[in-house]
Structure formats: C-alpha cells, structure tokens
C-alpha cells in the first residue's frame, strides 16, 4: 500500500463527494440554519439587551451550542450518507471489481476513501462552525474561550460517524449503513441526556446510561467537550446549580483519557471495516 495510491482514492473521493446531489442538501440546510441564527441572535440582543453581562454569556453560550448541535446533526446526516454509497453502492454496482481488479489492495482503497470522506467533513464543519462563530460575535459580541478545541472535536464526532459509517458499509446496503449511524447519533446523545439528568439528580444507575453510551459510541462524548468548549467558563460558575443537566451545557471538559479511547474506537472500528471489506465478495 504507497502512499500515492492512498492520496489519489482520497482526492477521487472527494471529488466524487463534491459532485453528488447530497453536497447540495448540505449547503441548503447550512445556510438555512445560519441565515436563521443570525436572525435569532440578532433578535435575542434587541428583546433582551437589559441582561446583565453574566446572563447574556449564559444566553449566548446556550444558544451557540443548540446551533452547533444543528450544524453537527447536519454533518451526521450528510457525511453518513455520503459513507454508505461509498463502498457498499460501488460493490452492488461493479465499481469496485473494476478498480481491485488492478493491482491496488483493498485496504488502499479503504484508508483512501476514509481519509477522503473525514477531510470532507471535517472541512464542512470547520467552515460551517467558523460561520457561525462570526455570526455570534458580530451580533452578541461573544467569542468563545477555545474555538479551535470545540471545532476540532466536532471534526472527530463527523470522523467517528464516517468510519462507522464505512465499516456498516461493508456488511449492509448503502441506505442502512447511512441511516443507522444517524440513528445511533441521536440515540446516543438522548442517552447523554438522560445521563446528565441523572447526575444532576444524583442517581448514579441513571448517570451510567450517559456514561456507558459514550464508552460504545464516543460522538455524545465529543460533542459535550465541544459544548464545554464553546461556552464561557464562568457560566456554570454563576449559575450552575439552577443549570446542572442542561442538555446545551457542559460542566466539565474532555480528559486526555476519553480523547485516547475515542482514536483508540476509530482505530480499531476501521480495522474492523477493513476485514470485513477483505473478505467480502464482489
């Protein structure tokens, strides 16, 4: 497996991902949602500018992480249905029997579609929270205490969800292995929820069901960094028993513990991926 083999699959592979009717979907529902917030912090300012200089880091803290929730809901959707295609439709469709029948490894063709897809979306969030970002700043005046932190974790939960999205790919049909990461996504982030409510409350068997959904799939346990992230340090601080559970706060960061499980999943889900694409027929 060279190097260049690796890198021209990954910029087919993006080039290929530009042209498909997704890429489309995704920059309409951006703009939707930028154009939207943009709106609502505008508005949020004008209806609420009485607000102290404590609350308004609250509002704009809270607010900012609903939106970057929707814009990583958004990844979720697209990059997972930009996966699926990736080798299960190429499989169905022959693609892949011409590109093996050369001397190129199947796990050549993994590594570089995988690094394909994760510059791709990882790109899209980046851009996409960046916008956002601006947006916040130009209306409420609030820039985020580590920006480039919360971003870099929203571009590990979009490459968390394409590698399992790859390894689904494998093994299931190109329209289950988009929708079931999604749904994984969401279920495991209501668990996260649920978890935090449950700490708040002091019930620990509540509690583990947050803890455990993001030991099995570390996309909710990426997002609360990011959430901790953007938010202003000295919220929780002020208000924080009157907010403990709030499902668009974070009380605490990632530990350098989670971010080594979270490469350690992606490592060994792509090792996965790879075995079974090896041993697939096509």
């Known amino acids: 497996m060279t190097a260049r083999t690796v890198l021209t ?10 042209r498909r009717k997704v890429l489309r979907s995704l920059a309409l529902l951006t703009f939707a949602l930028l154009g939207l917030s943009a709106w609502g912090f505008t508005r949020l300012d004008a209806e609420f500018g009485g607000l102290t200089s404590g609350e ?3 509002a704009a803290s809270a607010v900012l992480n609903l939106v970057m929730f929707g814009l990583s809901l958004i ?5 997972a249905f930009l996966a699926g295609p990736t080798l299960a439709g190429e499989t169905e469709s022959g693609i892949a029997l011409a590109m093996l029948a050369r001397p190129v490894r199947r796990s050549a063709v993994l590594l570089g579609k995988w690094l394909g897809l994760v510059t791709f979306g990882s790109g899209y969030v980046v851009l996409a929270g960046l916008a956002q970002l601006l947006i916040v700043r130009v209306t409420m005046g609030y820039w985020p205490p580590r920006p480039v932190t919360g971003l870099a974790l929203l571009a590990a939960q979009t490459a968390v969800l394409l590698t399992l999205g790859l390894l689904l790919s494998t093994v299931v ?18 668990a996260g929820v649920v978890g935090a409510v449950g700490d708040a409350l002091g019930n620990s068997g509540v509690a583990r069901v947050g803890t455990v959904s993001r030991m099995l799939l570390p996309t909710d346990g990426l997002w609360r960094g990011a959430m901790n992230a953007f938010q202003d340090p000295s919220v929780l601080a002020q208000f924080g028993v009157a907010f403990e559970g709030h499902p668009f706060l974070s009380e605490t960061g990632l530990t ?11 490592a060994l889900v792509f090792g996965l991926a790879a075995l079974a694409f090896q041993r697939r027929d096509l």
């Open 56 to 58: 308004a880091r609250l």
């Open 9 to 18: 699959i990954a910029a087919l592979t993006l080039q290929e991902a530009a």
């Open 75 to 79: 990844a979720a959707l697209g990059t």
């Open 173 to 190: 049909s190109p329209m289950a292995s988009g929708v079931v990461p999604v749904g994984l996504f969401g279920a495991t982030w209501i």
């Open 256 to 266: 350098p513990a989670y971010v080594g499980w979270a490469a350690l999943w992606v």
